[in-house]
């Protein structure tokens, strides 16, 4: 039972525009929400993350938002850039729980 | 910042060999955690640990063991490689016992399994 799902394998964005990459979940439990992004041949790195308490946390070009009603959580990417191009994956964790449950990941194509 | 140091970057083994990969972590976290990466399924949990000591299955220990007698180092075990563990490993480490937990990833291990 995937409780995290990330159901675009793949997204290709026009340098300089919106990228917009999505997150469902199904545990109501989960309190905390992360993204991470990963270059080839190297792990992942953390970008952001979330709280169920709020709506929105914001990073420079990257914003995350959460709609909990539809277990629902985004991040966008303004404007994206070359080398915004990696797979970013949706993690979420539960309290003191120390296992973040992960996404499969989407691939982020920057065209020029 | 925080380094998660993994002994080596591309390991090739021979089926049935055994296998070690070593992760050190330099900022004293308590967290050590390993993962494999697969394409198409993301990151899969297969021990972490969360003390000197301590270890607990995560969601596909079988096949691995882990070792952590000292806090800054947690190493991954193959007994016995299969050609189906070729694999991406990753290490992570974090000091969070409660909130977003944060994790903190060495460049990972690539094995590979003839």
């Known amino acids: 039972d995937q409780q995290v799902k990330q159901n675009s394998p793949s997204l290709s964005v026009q340098e300089g525009r919106i990228s917009i990459l999505n997150c469902d979940y199904t545990?109501?439990?989960?309190?905390?929400f992360l993204w991470y992004k990963k270059y080839p041949a190297e792990g992942p790195t953390f970008l952001i993350s979330i709280s169920s308490i709020k709506d929105k946390n914001e990073d420079g070009r990257f914003t995350v938002f959460l709609n909990k009603s539809a277990k629902h959580l985004s991040l966008h990417i303004v404007p994206s850039q070359p080398g915004d191009s990696a797979v970013y994956f949706c993690?979420?964790?539960?309290?003191?729980?120390?296992?973040?449950?992960w996404g499969a990941g989407t691939k982020l194509i920057i065209k020029p | 910042d925080v380094k998660v140091t993994q002994s080596s970057r591309y390991l090739v083994k021979r089926t049935g060999e055994k296998v070690f990969l070593e992760c050190v972590q330099d900022?004293?976290?308590?967290?050590m955690f390993w993962y494999r990466q697969d394409p198409g399924l993301g990151l899969r949990l297969i021990y972490f640990?969360?003390?000197?000591?301590?270890?607990e299955k995560g969601d596909i220990p079988e096949g691995y063991s882990v070792s952590r007698e000292k806090k800054e180092r947690f190493s991954l075990i193959l007994e016995s490689a299969s050609t189906n563990q070729t694999s991406m490993y990753l290490c992570?480490?974090?000091?969070?016992?409660?909130?977003?937990?944060?994790?903190?990833f060495g460049a990972g291990s690539r094995l590979t399994v003839l």
């Open positions: 900022m004293d976290h308590e967290n």
């Open positions: 992570a480490s974090s000091s969070v016992t409660s909130g977003a937990n944060v994790l903190t």
């Open positions: 640990s969360y003390d000197v000591k301590m270890k």
């Open positions: 545990n109501s439990m989960f309190d905390y």
């Open positions: 993690a979420a964790n539960e309290g003191s729980n120390y296992q973040l449950i």
